[in-house]
């Protein structure tokens, strides 16, 4: 499978938009191990093997554990591996990405003020949309992982 498009280079401004919102992830206040969660999560979800290469990568330079990166997909069932503010973005993450079935439910959304203040659930949300626009850019391209 080769690579369908390069929007970079096609739309750059569409691309400099996308871009835009990566910069406003950098100064939020998730930290960078909550955020490759949310990313990695996000792209299991959604088939994106571009983005996991990527942020499967960056968890780990970052100091996460490969382990908790192999069990992701698991963990509701691994949940000793998780702390409970990270099993709360875990919970958001696939519910805003698979938008579709139910959305982020009220369970989930008092859960989650229970961790965090509205900024930072604001935060968390960007933080999905996000990822999720990366996905289907990377996914519907074709992007190729660097070997």
Not at 47 to 66: R, V
Not at 69 to 87: M, N, P, S, V, Y
Not at 96 to 113: D, M, P, V, Y
Request: glycine residues 4%; proline residues 1%; negative net charge.
């Amino acid at each position: 499978m080769s690579t369908r498009i390069n929007i970079a280079a096609v739309d750059a401004a569409a691309y400099k938009a996308m871009l835009g919102l990566e910069g406003y992830l950098q100064n939020i206040s998730l930290n960078h191990i909550q955020k490759e969660l949310i990313k990695i999560r996000a792209s299991q979800i959604n088939g994106c093997a571009f983005c996991l290469d990527m942020h499967a990568k960056d968890a780990i330079k970052y100091g996460e554990n490969p382990q908790r990166i192999f069990i992701l997909e698991g963990w509701r069932e691994a949940k000793d591996f998780f702390t409970e503010e990270e099993q709360v973005l875990l919970a958001m993450t696939e519910e805003i990405t698979l938008i579709s079935h139910k959305g982020l439910t009220e369970e989930t959304f008092q859960k989650a003020k229970q961790y965090f203040d509205d900024a930072q659930i604001a935060q968390i949300i960007m933080a999905i949309v996000t990822i999720n626009g990366w996905n289907r850019i990377a996914v519907s391209t074709h992007m190729q992982i660097p070997k």
